[in-house]
C-alpha cells in the first residue's frame, strides 16, 4: 500500500506561484507512475502531470510551460511547481500513485488564485 500526504495549497493572487508536495510512505523509486489532478466542485477531475519512471514528465497542455513535476527521491516526495498562476487554476489539486496495479489518492489541497 501507499499512503500520501499533500500540502502547500493556499490562496495567491493571479501571476504568483505555490509549490505542491506530495510524500509518498514508501520509495518513490519503486511506485511506477504518480502524478497530479485537480478538481473544481461540480466538474470532472482533470488531469495534470504524470512521472512514469525512466520516463518523460507528461503535462496537460492547459498548463504546459507553467507548472513542472519533480521529485525528491531522498525524501520521498513528489513536487508541483506552478508559476503564473490563473485564477482558472483555482481547485483542490491530488496526487496520485499507481503502484503493483492499484491507485491511491492523497487527500487534497486546496489552491485558489484569486486578487
Known amino acids: 500500500q501507499v499512503q500520501l500526504v499533500e500540502s502547500g495549497g493556499g490562496l495567491v493572487q493571479p501571476g504568483g506561484s505555490l509549490r505542491l508536495s506530495c510524500t509518498a510512505s514508501?520509495?518513490?523509486?519503486?511506485?511506477?507512475?504518480m502524478g497530479w489532478y485537480r478538481q473544481v466542485p461540480g466538474k470532472q477531475r482533470e488531469w495534470v502531470a504524470t512521472l512514469i519512471s525512466r520516463s518523460p514528465t507528461n503535462i496537460a497542455d492547459s498548463v504546459k510551460g507553467r507548472f513542472t513535476i519533480s521529485t525528491d527521491n531522498a525524501k520521498n516526495t513528489m513536487y508541483l511547481q506552478m508559476s503564473s498562476l490563473k485564477p482558472e487554476d483555482t481547485a483542490v489539486y491530488y496526487c496520485y500513485a499507481t503502484h503493483l496495479g492499484a491507485n491511491y489518492w492523497g487527500q487534497g489541497t486546496q489552491v485558489t488564485v484569486s486578487s
Open positions: 514508501r520509495s518513490i523509486f519503486s511506485i511506477n507512475v
